[in-house]
C-alpha cells in the first residue's frame, strides 16, 4: 500500500476513536438525564441516590433542576357551602330532627344546635344567597348569607366554616348569628354627562342596534364595527324596544354630523323593552366608532370585546 495512503488511515484512526467516545459520552449524560428525572418523580430516596451516582448525573441535576411543585391548594372560598348550610338550617327544626332537612343540616355540622321554632310563627323561606366571606385564620372563614321571606323580609346571617389545608373539605363550627344586613355603597357620579339628542344619527343606530339585538329584528352584524362579534339573545325575549335616553361621556357624541373616522364614544343607553307580560326598563353601555359618516358599535359593557373575529 502507498506510503501516502497508511499516513492518511494512520490520521483518521485517533479522529474516528474520538468520534466514538463523544457519542458514547452524549448517550451517557442522556441516560443521566432520564434517570434524574425518574428519581425526581420516585422520590427524595431515589434522587440521593441519583445524584451520588456520578459526575454526568450531579452536573445533568444542577443543570435540569425541577420547578418546586405545591402541595396545597389555594384557599377555598366556602361561601356556597355556607349557603347550602343556612338554607337547610332555616328549614329544620328540634322538633323534627329526623326530618330530611334536620338530618342534610347536621351532616354539614354535627356540633350545631338547631331552631326550635314554633308552628306558623315564622313567614315561609324563599331564598338564601352569600352575600361575603371573609377569612379571618388559615381555614377560618366568616361567611354572610341573606335569607329573604315570603313577606319580603330579608334577615342577614353570619355562618362560621372551617376549612381544611386542601381546601376541599369545610365544616360549620358554631350556630348562625344575625347580624345589621350591610350598609349602602356611595354612588359615584356618573361620567355619562353629556345628553345626546334623540333625533341624532347615533341615537338611530342604538335604537336598531337594540331592535335587532332584543327582538330578532333585522341583523345585528350590521351594526358592529370591523372586527366585533356579537350574537343576538336568542330566542329573542321582546316584541319592541324603545329608546328612551341616552347620554354620552364625550361631547363628540352630541355633534350634529359624524365625526372624523376613528372617533370613538362611549354612551349610556335607557330603554324600555315590551313583551306579552309587560314592559322592562333596560340599561346598556356602549362604545361606538365613526366609519364612513355612520357609528359602528365597538363594544357592549361585559359582552363583548374589541378585536374578535367575525
Do not use: C, N
Not at 338550617?89 to 355540622?109: C, M, V, Y
Not at 344619527?201 to 333585522?218: I, N, P
Request: no cysteine; hydrophobic share 45%; glycine share 8%.
Amino acid at each position: 500500500m502507498p506510503l501516502g495512503k497508511k499516513a492518511s488511515r494512520s490520521e483518521a484512526a485517533p479522529a474516528i476513536a474520538a468520534g466514538i467516545e463523544l457519542e458514547k459520552m452524549r448517550r451517557r449524560v442522556r441516560l443521566s438525564r432520564l434517570a434524574l428525572f425518574t428519581a425526581i418523580a420516585a422520590g427524595p430516596v431515589a434522587l440521593a441516590v441519583a445524584v451520588a451516582s456520578g459526575p454526568a448525573t450531579a452536573e445533568a441535576a444542577a443543570t435540569h433542576r425541577a420547578s418546586p411543585v405545591r402541595t396545597e391548594a389555594a384557599a377555598a372560598d366556602p361561601a356556597g357551602y355556607a349557603q347550602v348550610f343556612l338554607d337547610a338550617w332555616l328549614r329544620s327544626g328540634a322538633d323534627e330532627a329526623g326530618s330530611a332537612q334536620a338530618q342534610f343540616a347536621q351532616s354539614l355540622a354535627p356540633d350545631v344546635a338547631l331552631p326550635d321554632r314554633a308552628a306558623d310563627a315564622q313567614p315561609k323561606l324563599t331564598s338564601v344567597t352569600a352575600v361575603r366571606s371573609v377569612q379571618r385564620d388559615e381555614g377560618a372563614w366568616v361567611v354572610t348569607v341573606a335569607a329573604q321571606y315570603a313577606d319580603s323580609t330579608v334577615r342577614y346571617f353570619t355562618v362560621p366554616v372551617t376549612a381544611d389545608r386542601t381546601g376541599v373539605s369545610f365544616a360549620v363550627t358554631a350556630v348562625p348569628g344575625v347580624v345589621a344586613g350591610p350598609d349602602r355603597a356611595v354612588v359615584p357620579a356618573s361620567p355619562y354627562t353629556v345628553t345626546v339628542p334623540s333625533d341624532s344619527s347615533l341615537a338611530a343606530t342604538v335604537g336598531e342596534f337594540l331592535g335587532a339585538y332584543l327582538t330578532g329584528t333585522g341583523e345585528v352584524d350590521r351594526y358592529l364595527a370591523p372586527g366585533v362579534k356579537l350574537a343576538p339573545v336568542s330566542p329573542a325575549p321582546y316584541t319592541s324596544v324603545t329608546v328612551r335616553e341616552v347620554s354620552a361621556v364625550e361631547e363628540a357624541a352630541a355633534t350634529g354630523p359624524v365625526p372624523a373616522d376613528g372617533t370613538q364614544v362611549r354612551v349610556r343607553v335607557q330603554a324600555e323593552a315590551r313583551d306579552d307580560t309587560g314592559r322592562w326598563p333596560l340599561a346598556y353601555e356602549l362604545a361606538l366608532t365613526a366609519r364612513s359618516g355612520r357609528w359602528d358599535v365597538a363594544a357592549q359593557s361585559g359582552t363583548v370585546q374589541g378585536g374578535g373575529a367575525r
